[in-house]
């Protein structure tokens, strides 16, 4: 069964930085794009960042580009959220994301707050 483990949330001042990581199994990796999605207190979650199969492509919420950047690697079945430039914002749960086969797969979210 697919399973995506996400790590590295936690508190950080604004202007700081954190890189989130999210392990996944049960599905051939490097088939398939993957996502980053967020989801802030009282609001709806939000596509945060996509890369595609073989991370040649990439695109980002407006609201990140240029801070955030996404990177995977296919032999470790891993994708990361390189989070720079962290705005108080940005606080949210943080959930890795893959569509295959008509469904959508979450993690268990990892909790990045950013707060002096």
């Known amino acids: 069964q697919v399973q995506l483990v996400e790590s590295g949330g936690g508190l950080v001042q604004p202007g700081g930085s954190l890189r989130l990581s999210c392990a996944a199994s049960?599905?051939?990796?490097?088939?398939?794009?993957m996502n980053w999605y967020r989801q802030a207190p009282g609001k709806a979650r939000e596509l945060v960042a996509t890369?595609?199969?073989?991370?040649?492509?990439?695109n980002y919420a407006d609201s990140v580009k240029g801070r955030f950047t996404i990177s995977r690697d296919n032999a470790k079945n891993t994708v990361a959220l390189q989070m720079n430039s962290l705005k108080p914002e940005d606080t949210a749960v943080y959930y890795c994301?893959?569509?295959?086969?008509?469904?959508?797969?979450w993690g268990q979210g990892t909790q990045v707050t950013v707060s002096s």
């Open positions: 890369i595609s199969r073989t991370g040649s492509l990439t």
């Open positions: 994301n893959v569509f295959r086969l008509q469904t959508s797969f």
């Open positions: 049960g599905f051939t990796f490097g088939t398939t794009p």
